[in-house]
């Protein structure tokens, strides 16, 4: 039988946002230098996702549809102003280095995707639960293309723990015994590592799908 979907998980990979959908890419690939890079601008999308779909799902049933579009719009750049503010205010260094694309996460179609096909149609509890899970799978992509990026190109991880977390909480960055290549941190490297994850993660659903039976592939062929 096909798995059920699950809205928890659905977002981590089935319906990934960017192995699956392709959507967030310039910030994906522009951002993940580092591990701490990727993971701070992951959690700034993902309470952007989350917030805004909480408030699109409870005023779904007021929105007329003629300027539902640009009430999500509004909603999500005014969700993003707050993230700016509050990440310049209480992580200024790490706002230095993230910059711009902080305010870019308003073109991130994934978060408008979200509010038009999810929040506006399904309850709050609902809604939050599936922009989480997409919100999830979209950083621990930021995260993992991250971290090859920094461990291949630069030769550490965890490096600058302490923009994200404070010195206090900070933790030391690992030096591996290699000096890194320079195309894994540039523009070239990004887009070589997103390749890799998302030829990954084809391999592993075909391999799921032959071992799942035929009656199975001809199911999700159908549905698909």
Known sequence: MIEQYNPLTSGLWRENPA???????????????????????GIATTCVI?????????????????????????????????VDLLSNAF?????????????????????????????????????????????LGFTAVLVVLGALREIVGRGTLLAGSELLVGPALAVETIQLPMSGLLVAALPPGAFFGLALLIAVKNFFDIRRTHAAGPSTEAEASRIS
């Open 19 to 41: 192995l699956v959908q392709l959507l967030g890419l310039c910030p994906l690939l522009a951002i993940t230098t580092t591990l701490i890079n990727g993971l701070a601008l």
């Open 91 to 135: 992580f200024h260094e790490l706002h230095e280095v993230l910059g711009l694309f902080i305010p870019l996460i308003v073109t991130n179609c994934a978060i408008l995707a979200q509010a038009e096909t999810v929040a506006s149609r399904q309850p709050v509890p609902r809604s939050v639960l599936v922009g989480f899970s997409t919100g």
């Open 50 to 82: 989350v917030a805004g779909n909480a408030i699109v799902s409870l005023l779904r049933n007021r929105l007329l549809p003629a300027i539902r579009i640009l009430v999500f719009v509004l909603i999500i750049a005014s969700l993003v102003t707050i």
